[in-house]
């Protein structure tokens, strides 16, 4: 233990050094911004016509969630509009990425239901943002699912029911906000939706083969909703692309999560292995939405469990061309064959990769606050040059940031001089930016994950992301830490 309390201490402390009077280079046009997401910031829950979500339900189900924490409140910026974004501007934020809660808008989650007071919330939001000088990226689905279609249909284990009432749910939020909103994301991180809601259940719905109250089938089930989130997101993108994009001059695009696998030896089966790894975790969303179908690797090895694009489906994603790539990036791992067939019929299995964070008993890097995160900067410039390479698009990335060790547990003054995320934040952007500079990959944008102290899904208010704290108990309070600071800095660069 003291020896990771030094190793965390020299890093910090190593960075910091480096930092000071040391400017990171980027284009005059990049797009610098901060990120959240509808569920895990507004509360306001059942106010103002909002139907329920699948994560509703998800966290008021004892077990599901850590000290039962449920979003009903989160940070109230439902009602904190006008302050929240007055903090924005003293940070010279010029980009923001929020989310739009679905059932907001359609509480049943189909468009025969339009709920006026949800698109005049979010005009009033846009209108906002717009008024003071921000661009806002808008997420339309950011794992909230309207609860009815998931009692009703099946969620999204039923393709065309997904296919239609997102298609509608699009339709209806270009139609409303896309005069101003110029820049849309379909979908965030489908990844965690589908493995994480039907391989694990972890996450809403909670749907695996032994899990309780809904028992579903981790094999099957991850491959279908995945299917079913990428058809929707064609849907979305053509509708856009077909009725509005021309008049309103906006973009479309879908953001995805990976860590990078980095291998663990240069032996050709890991070199393998960590290819392998990025088609399972990346490949399997964006090889269809730019390519028009799955990763052969993905076929081969999942076999008949791999759903079948349709003529006219591949026809659809074919015509739905993204503008751009948005990626969710936190951490690396190392990544090996395994040694053994795993007994296990499900996607990991599939996969046949095994991965570690530690290679000759050295850790890949400084542990963060949760156990999946290391602080791995070279790890971003890996992943940004793998997805330009293969997909040859423009990239955003569309969150990036970290948990401190031990921040919820701080006294307040130590929990805002987060030097360790500063130390983060510098590590992964000055990696960019040789991504840039070096390699020409074109990253066009970068958004820290997050704005502000939140709601973090299972983990409920025990995981600390932001760059504001927010203090529940004093009437969701909100402070600059000194990564806002830092960050706000960088901007005026």
């Known amino acids: 233990m003291r020896l990771v309390i030094f190793c965390t201490l020299l890093f910090v402390l190593s960075v910091i050094t480096f930092t000071r009077g040391h400017k990171i280079p980027f284009p005059k046009d990049f797009v610098f911004g901060t990120a959240t997401a509808a569920y895990q910031i507004e509360g306001a829950a059942k106010e103002d016509g909002r139907g329920p979500s699948i994560w509703d339900e998800?966290?008021?189900?004892?077990?599901?969630?850590?000290?039962?924490?449920?979003?009903?409140?989160?940070?109230?910026?439902?009602?904190?509009?006008?302050?929240?974004?007055?903090?924005?501007?003293?940070?010279?934020?010029?980009?923001?990425?929020?989310?739009?809660?679905?059932?907001?808008?359609?509480?049943?989650?189909?468009?025969?239901?339009i709920n006026q007071r949800g698109i005049d919330h979010y005009n009033k939001e846009i209108d906002i943002l717009v008024k003071n000088g921000i661009k806002p990226f808008v997420t339309l689905y950011h794992w909230d699912l309207p609860l009815n279609l998931h009692k009703k249909y099946g969620g999204w284990l039923n393709k065309d029911a997904s296919m239609k009432h997102f298609g509608d749910y699009a339709d209806l939020c270009f139609k409303s906000f896309g005069d101003r909103v110029k820049n849309w994301i379909t979908f965030n991180e489908a990844w965690c939706s589908s493995v994480l809601g039907y391989l694990n259940g972890v996450h809403a719905p909670g749907r695996c083969t032994n899990c309780k109250p809904e028992q579903g089938d981790s094999i099957k089930e991850p491959y279908l909703a995945a299917h079913s989130i990428i058809?929707?997101?064609?849907?979305?993108?053509?509708?856009?692309?077909?009725?509005?994009?021309?008049?309103?001059?906006?973009?479309?695009?879908?953001?995805?999560?990976?860590?990078?696998?980095?291998?663990?030896?240069?032996?050709?089966?890991?070199?393998?292995?960590?290819?392998?790894?990025?088609?399972?975790?990346?490949?399997w969303f964006a090889d269809p939405i730019f390519k028009g179908d799955y990763p052969p690797v993905m076929r081969r090895q999942a076999g008949s469990l791999l759903p079948t694009f349709t003529y006219s489906e591949k026809q659809l994603l074919l015509r739905a061309k993204s503008d751009f790539f948005g990626l969710n990036h936190y951490s690396t791992a190392y990544v090996s064959a395994r040694s053994s067939v795993s007994n296990d019929n499900d996607y990991f299995a599939h996969m046949n990769v095994s991965t570690t964070h530690e290679k000759d008993g050295k850790p890949i890097g400084v542990m963060a606050d949760s156990p999946w995160l290391y602080v791995v900067p070279w790890g971003a410039r890996r992943i940004v040059n793998w997805v330009y390479n293969r997909y040859r698009i423009k990239i955003y990335v569309t969150e990036n940031g970290c948990d401190v060790p031990n921040e919820d547990k701080l006294p307040f003054d130590q929990a805002i001089n987060d030097t360790f995320r500063v130390s983060y934040l510098h590590g992964y952007l000055n990696a960019i930016s040789e991504a840039i500079q070096q390699d020409n990959v074109p990253v066009a944008g970068y958004f820290v994950w997050s704005f502000m102290d939140n709601y973090e899904w299972a983990d409920g208010y025990a995981k600390r992301f932001g760059i504001h704290y927010v203090d529940y108990a004093k009437n969701n309070t909100r402070t600059a830490k000194a990564s806002a600071k830092w960050y706000a800095e960088l901007i005026k660069q």
């Open 58 to 113: 998800f966290s008021h189900t004892p077990g599901k969630t850590f000290q039962g924490a449920t979003g009903d409140v989160a940070c109230d910026h439902y009602h904190r509009l006008e302050e929240d974004v007055k903090l924005m501007v003293d940070m010279g934020i010029k980009y923001y990425r929020m989310s739009i809660s679905w059932s907001r808008l359609l509480p049943n989650g189909t468009i025969d239901n």
């Open 231 to 283: 058809l929707s997101h064609a849907v979305a993108v053509e509708t856009y692309k077909k009725r509005y994009q021309q008049s309103q001059g906006g973009f479309i695009g879908m953001t995805m999560n990976s860590d990078w696998g980095e291998p663990l030896t240069d032996k050709p089966e890991d070199q393998d292995a960590s290819e392998r790894m990025m088609e399972f975790q990346l490949g």
